[in-house]
């Protein structure tokens, strides 16, 4: 597609429940990154995949947050046990990055999180 | 570990004048800089760049930024404001160790007619 698509745009569950939110990368990107953004505040980083695997992975919060990338394209950011203070925005970039970090990111419009 | 620091949460400038966002970093190597631009639901977009040579960049929508290795900042500008340039505005850091890009807190620039 011609930018990074996320869905869903709008996830409402309960306190406790299994989450998924899915990212699609512009094609050709190697590197993918998940951030969250709470209200008011810039976006946290919690995961960064180049190709199929984790390259860091240093900012998920904790073993309720898993992110996977099996075929290096499409990512799936996993939330287990959701608990209030999950909720956030929950954004996906991608990048033309092969290392090196001097690559800008392109952002999806994020998938709203809100746990109740 | 890298870090920006972005020390105003809100600017305020009217139409027509120059407008200024200040950004100041900490990094253990060579800093890769980054603007981006957040406009109300919307995603992020990127406005500008430093990696290397001119220490003036010149970005997207009029915008550019300065680095400054001894102040140890990025601060972004423009010379005329526009009402339409009212968003939330992050400025972001790597250094050339990994390739994750951290944030500041975000500004808010308000352009007033």
């Known amino acids: 597609g011609a930018g990074v698509s996320q869905t869903p745009s709008n996830k409402v569950t309960e306190k406790g429940k299994y989450v998924e939110l899915r990212c699609d990368p512009i094609?050709?990107?190697?590197?993918l990154y998940w951030y969250r953004q709470s209200l008011g505040q810039g976006p946290e980083f919690l995961i960064y995949f180049q190709g199929t695997g984790a390259a860091d992975d240093s900012g998920l919060p904790n073993d309720r947050f898993f992110a996977v990338r099996p075929e290096g394209s499409v990512s799936t950011l996993k939330i287990q046990r959701t608990e209030r203070g999950d909720s956030a925005v929950y954004l996906c970039?991608?990048?033309?990055?092969?290392?090196?970090?001097?690559?800008?990111?392109?952002f999806g419009e994020g998938s709203r999180l809100t746990v109740l | 570990a890298q870090s920006v620091a972005q020390p105003e949460d809100q600017v305020n400038v009217a139409e027509g004048n120059p407008l200024t966002v200040k950004c100041t970093y900490s990094v253990s190597g060579n800093p890769y800089l980054f603007w981006y631009v957040q406009y109300p639901n919307r995603g992020l977009q990127f406005l500008l760049k430093?990696?290397?040579?001119?220490?003036l960049v010149k970005g997207s929508y009029g915008f550019e930024a300065e680095f400054n290795k001894s102040q140890t900042s990025f601060h972004l500008k423009k010379p005329s404001a526009l009402v339409s340039d009212s968003a939330l505005y992050f400025c972001a850091v790597r250094d050339g160790h990994t390739d994750k890009l951290i944030f500041g807190t975000g500004t808010r620039l308000q352009v007033f007619p």
């Open positions: 430093y990696i290397t040579g001119d220490n």
């Open positions: 970039a991608s990048s033309l990055n092969s290392g090196g970090g001097t690559g800008e990111l392109f």
């Open positions: 094609s050709g990107h190697t590197a």
